[in-house]
C-alpha cells in the first residue's frame, strides 16, 4: 500500500507495545536523517505491530543434563511424524533446507 513501510524489528531485551513502536519509529527517522533511507515521509504512527516473543527455543544447564534434546530428537517419526524448524536445529533457512532434504524427506518418502 502506498505510504506504509513493512518493518521487521528485534530487540535484544523485552519491550513494552509503546517502548518497541517508538523505538521503530525513532530508528526510520534515524536512517532517513543520515541518508541511507528515504522513508520519504514522516512517520507518526505503526499502523500494525506483531509480537513474535520467545522466538527462540531456550532451556536451561539442568534441562540439558537431563536429556531435554534426546528427548526432543526422539520425537522424530514418532507416529510417522517428522518436525523441523529453528526449534530442532537453528534460525538459518539454508540449514533448515539442507535438513529438510538430508534427514526429514527421505525418510517420508522411504
Known amino acids: 500500500m502506498p505510504g506504509l513501510l513493512d ?3 528485534g ?5 513494552t507495545r509503546d517502548q518497541a513502536q517508538a523505538q521503530i519509529i ?3 527517522e534515524r536512517l532517513d536523517d543520515s541518508g541511507t ?11 500494525a505491530l506483531n509480537a513474535h516473543r520467545e522466538f527462540t527455543l ?3 544447564a539442568e534441562d540439558i543434563e537431563a536429556g531435554f534434546y534426546t528427548t526432543l530428537g526422539s520425537l522424530q517419526g514418532r507416529r510417522n511424524t517428522y518436525y ?3 526449534t530442532f536445529l537453528t ?3 539454508t540449514l533448515l533446507w ?3 532434504d538430508n534427514h526429514v524427506l527421505p525418510k517420508l518418502l522411504a
Do not use: C, M, Y
Not at 37 to 47: M, Y
Open 26 to 28: 525513532a530508528d526510520i
Open 11 to 15: 530487540s535484544p531485551t523485552l519491550l
Open 84 to 86: 523441523n524448524g529453528a
Open 91 to 93: 534460525h538459518d533457512s
Open 58 to 60: 531456550w532451556v536451561g
Open 37 to 47: 533511507f528515504d522513508a520519504r515521509l514522516r512517520v507518526t504512527e505503526v499502523v
Open 7 to 9: 518493518v521487521k524489528f
Open 98 to 100: 539442507q535438513f529438510t
